[in-house]
């Protein structure tokens, strides 16, 4: 035993340590920067990069890494480029690294739920901008399991650059195994050595996981690590606020009545001439074979509600999506405002950055039907993030905005909550929330209650019903509630078979279908008359 203290702290074999240590930083930091240019390679759009880093993954993650040290350390000064053990070593661990580095950076970026990009991107976010404020901060937390593991494995790996005579820490124990004949306590102690050194890394890899874990709970102040029993009071719900969020139990939800025949004439009159918000004309969009929309017209006017019915399947989405440029049409044209989004006036399509821009000074919000909240960020950060990124609106401002709308959708005592501690019915009502931050002239809205329990339904319903009939927006709202649809829209839309069947007002055209299509769309529905719309 103390033979094997005396290896623990014998100079020769610390010496070792540093230069694996060396070994270790030369190729993790290089396969960082290799990997991270390797993975951006893989995920752009243009094949031909794309296709180069494949290749290189090929050839380096299929050739054992100690060829890989001998091509380095004999080879290329064949080339002019001669290298001491050490560089090479290092580059040919770097080299190696790499292939798996890029994977675990575009699996990490891969694995970040698609509707947040699609959100960030209505919202008028910049490619640059969607990769650092909502791709980046959630592939982190994903990678870093990973990349400690390739940290722990370029540690390891560091022990073959003994075959090129580095003087490591595996090469200078067989050294001395071979001088004392010691070789039990001498690889013994190497093995000690190169086992704090692993855990070590553990160490940091399990340090930056807590620091980067949202659900942690907030750090503990000096007297509560003096007194560990002692438990934060969790701060009052003001009963104001709280009772927007909920329904007594015994308090059974009703809906309001439908407007009444003059409110509906008064609206009429209000839209009577006003501009043209929407202008879509000859709309088609194919997806391989699978024509979505085949020459849709639709016109909405600067103020006015438009629901669109339809079976699933019909459109209704595709036309959003398309009308916010989210999809490219394949021929048609959209107009909001007078302009066309995403297109120069020659009609040249703008850069992905440009479009970015145009959506934010066009003035289109959207709200999705899964939500699309960015899942690293609380709700007041939902809210308040686009319009310091986007806006550019100081923080302050951008929080107290948010705060107001918070509060107005009833959910300002769940600020500082995650998305995934919300409800569905909370999380879309932050997601409406945070399409409205801005001020946007026109609204739209694919399927905003579908993904929610029924019990939930009415609650965004009710904020959607307050928008309509306070603030004027111009809204589009698919929808299969048709009972919302006649209480707060001004003209339902019934599309199928990706063209606009019949159109005409809520009233008339949810009672009196005169397309047999519609007609049996809403007998389905169980919509046969003024009281069965549901």
């Known amino acids: 035993m103390s033979q094997f203290l005396h290896y623990l702290e014998l100079p020769y074999l610390l010496q070792g340590i540093l230069i694996t240590l060396q070994l270790t930083g030369l190729g993790l930091l290089g396969g960082l920067v290799l990997g991270f240019v390797l993975a951006s390679m893989q995920l752009s759009r243009h094949r031909a990069l794309s296709a180069v880093a494949r290749g290189y993954t090929i050839v380096f993650r299929g050739t054992p890494l100690i060829l890989q040290l001998v091509f380095a350390y004999d080879a290329l000064p064949h080339a002019g480029?001669?290298?001491?053990?050490?560089?090479?070593?290092?580059?040919?661990?770097?080299?190696?690294?790499?292939?798996?580095?890029?994977?675990?950076?575009?699996?990490?970026?891969?694995?970040?739920?698609?509707?947040?990009?699609?959100?960030?991107?209505?919202?008028?976010?910049?490619?640059?901008?969607?990769?650092?404020?909502?791709?980046?901060?959630?592939?982190?937390?994903?990678?870093?399991?990973?990349?400690?593991?390739?940290?722990?494995?370029?540690?390891?790996?560091?022990?073959?650059?003994?075959?090129?005579?580095?003087?490591?820490?595996?090469?200078?124990?067989?050294?001395?195994?071979?001088?004392?004949?010691?070789?039990?306590?001498?690889?013994?102690?190497?093995?000690?050595?190169?086992?704090?050194?692993?855990?070590?890394i553990s160490a940091v890899q399990l340090a930056a996981e807590r620091a980067l874990d949202l659900d942690r709970p907030a750090p503990r102040s000096w007297?509560?690590?003096?007194?560990?029993?002692?438990?934060?009071?969790?701060?009052?719900?003001?009963?104001?606020?709280?009772?927007?969020?909920?329904?007594?139990?015994?308090?059974?939800?009703?809906?309001?009545?439908?407007?009444?025949?003059?409110?509906?004439?008064?609206?009429v009159a209000a839209l009577d001439g006003a501009p043209a918000a929407v202008e879509v004309g000859n709309l088609h969009k194919s997806y391989g074979e699978h024509v979505v929309l085949d020459g849709l017209n639709m016109t909405v006017r600067t103020g006015e509600v438009v629901a669109l019915l339809g079976p699933s399947g019909s459109g209704k989405s595709t036309l959003l999506r398309t009308i916010n440029h989210l999809e490219d049409p394949d021929s048609g044209a959209v107009l909001i405002n007078g302009r066309r989004l995403g297109y120069q006036d020659n009609g040249k399509p703008l850069s992905p950055a440009k479009i970015a821009d145009a959506r934010a000074e066009a003035g289109v919000g959207m709200v999705f039907q899964h939500f699309n909240l960015f899942s690293h960020l609380t709700a007041l950060e939902n809210v308040a993030g686009p319009l310091r990124w986007v806006h550019r609106m100081p923080a302050k401002e951008a929080e107290h905005r948010a705060g107001e709308l918070l509060e107005r959708v009833g959910l300002a005592h769940r600020a500082g909550a995650l998305p995934r501690h919300l409800s569905g019915g909370q999380q879309q009502r932050v997601a409406i929330a945070r399409a409205l931050a801005p001020n946007p002239r026109v609204l739209l809205l694919d399927e905003p209650t579908s993904a929610l329990d029924p019990e939930l339904v009415h609650e965004v319903l009710e904020v959607i019903r307050g928008l309509a009939r306070e603030d004027g927006l111009t809204m589009l709202i698919a929808t299969h509630q048709l009972r919302f649809a006649h209480e707060v829209a001004d003209r339902v839309v019934f599309i199928s078979n990706g063209s606009v069947t019949e159109e005409g007002p809520a009233e008339e055209l949810l009672t009196r279908p005169r397309h047999p299509a519609t007609a049996r769309f809403l007998r389905v529905m169980g919509a046969q008359s003024v009281g069965g719309v549901a």
């Open 223 to 267: 007297a509560d690590r003096l007194l560990p029993l002692r438990r934060p009071v969790a701060a009052p719900v003001p009963v104001a606020v709280a009772a927007k969020d909920t329904v007594a139990d015994d308090e059974p939800w009703a809906p309001p009545a439908p407007p009444e025949p003059w409110e509906r004439e008064a609206r």
């Open 81 to 200: 480029l001669t290298l001491s053990p050490l560089m090479a070593a290092g580059l040919a661990l770097a080299a190696n690294e790499a292939t798996f580095i890029a994977e675990v950076f575009r699996s990490g970026v891969l694995g970040v739920d698609k509707g947040q990009v699609t959100a960030g991107q209505a919202l008028g976010m910049t490619p640059r901008v969607i990769m650092r404020r909502v791709i980046a901060p959630q592939a982190v937390r994903l990678m870093v399991p990973a990349l400690g593991n390739e940290a722990v494995t370029t540690l390891k790996n560091s022990s073959l650059a003994s075959f090129i005579a580095v003087q490591e820490l595996t090469l200078r124990s067989t050294q001395l195994a071979s001088s004392t004949f010691d070789f039990f306590s001498v690889f013994f102690a190497s093995g000690v050595m190169y086992l704090v050194l692993t855990g070590a």
